[in-house]
C-alpha cells in the first residue's frame, strides 16, 4: 500500500511539473501580448479622477509628437535588435516615476554590448526637469555598469555621449548604438525644433 500511495504521488507531482513548465512555454509575442494586455487591463482600472500615467503612446493614444520623434530618432540610430520599452522599463529601469510621465515611446537594442537607445517622453505639466535629472542618474548608472566590462567599451563610451534633452511638452534620450554613424545631436534638435 504505501509503494503505491508513493507512486501515485510522484505521477502527480510530474503531472503538475509538467501542467506548470507548459504554462512558462510560449513565444516572446505571446508574452509582449499578455504584458501590454495587462497593462492595459491595469490602467483601465484606474479611477477616472487618477490621471492615466506611465502607459505607453500606443496603449493611450497619446501625442503623435512623441511616436514620430522616435520614429525620426530611429532613422538617425538604427538600433539592432530593437527591444520595445515598456512601463515596467520606464519605471523600474530607469527610475520614472509614473506621475512624471504622461505618454513615452522607447526602443533599446537587446544586443549583449550594445547600449542603443530612443526614447521619447511627454512628462506631466512642470516634471521635465526631474525627467531629465531622473535620465541623467539612468546615464551614469550606465556607465557604471559598463564600465565592468572590458569588452564593453564601445557602449560604454556611446552612454558617456548619451543625449538627453527636451521641454517642458518633449523630453529625449538618445544613445548611440555601435553601428550609428549619425549626427546625433543634430537629429535631437530637429526633433525638439531647436
Given at each position: 500500500?504505501?509503494?503505491?500511495?508513493?507512486?501515485?504521488?510522484?505521477?502527480?507531482?510530474?503531472?503538475?511539473?509538467?501542467?506548470?513548465?507548459?504554462?512558462?512555454?510560449?513565444?516572446?509575442?505571446?508574452?509582449?501580448?499578455?504584458?501590454?494586455?495587462?497593462?492595459?487591463?491595469?490602467?483601465?482600472?484606474?479611477?477616472?479622477?487618477?490621471?492615466?500615467?506611465?502607459?505607453?503612446?500606443?496603449?493611450?493614444?497619446?501625442?503623435?509628437?512623441?511616436?514620430?520623434a522616435v520614429d525620426a530618432l530611429l532613422k538617425a540610430d538604427p538600433i539592432?535588435?530593437?527591444?520595445?520599452?515598456?512601463a515596467m522599463n520606464i519605471e523600474y529601469d530607469f527610475g520614472l516615476k509614473a506621475d512624471d510621465v504622461t505618454s513615452y515611446k522607447g526602443i533599446k537594442s537587446n544586443d549583449n554590448g550594445d547600449a542603443g537607445l530612443v526614447l521619447a517622453i511627454q512628462p506631466a505639466a512642470g516634471k521635465a526637469q526631474d525627467v531629465?535629472?531622473?535620465?541623467?542618474?539612468?546615464?551614469?548608472?550606465q556607465v557604471a555598469f559598463y564600465g565592468n566590462y572590458a569588452e564593453f567599451a564601445q557602449a560604454q563610451s556611446n552612454v558617456e555621449n548619451a543625449i538627453i534633452d527636451g521641454g517642458d511638452d518633449l523630453v529625449v534620450m538618445v544613445i548611440a548604438s555601435n553601428d550609428c554613424s549619425s549626427d546625433l545631436t543634430s537629429a535631437v534638435k530637429d526633433v525638439l525644433g531647436k
Open positions: 500500500m504505501n509503494i503505491r500511495l508513493k507512486l501515485v504521488l510522484s505521477a502527480a507531482a510530474l503531472a503538475a511539473g509538467c501542467v506548470l513548465l507548459a504554462g512558462c512555454g510560449g513565444s516572446a509575442s505571446s508574452a509582449s501580448s499578455s504584458a501590454s494586455s495587462a497593462a492595459s487591463s491595469g490602467a483601465a482600472s484606474q479611477s477616472a479622477s487618477e490621471p492615466a500615467a506611465s502607459v505607453s503612446a500606443e496603449e493611450n493614444g497619446a501625442s503623435d509628437a512623441v511616436a514620430s539592432s535588435n530593437q527591444f520595445e520599452i515598456t531629465m535629472d531622473t535620465l541623467k542618474t539612468y546615464q551614469q548608472d
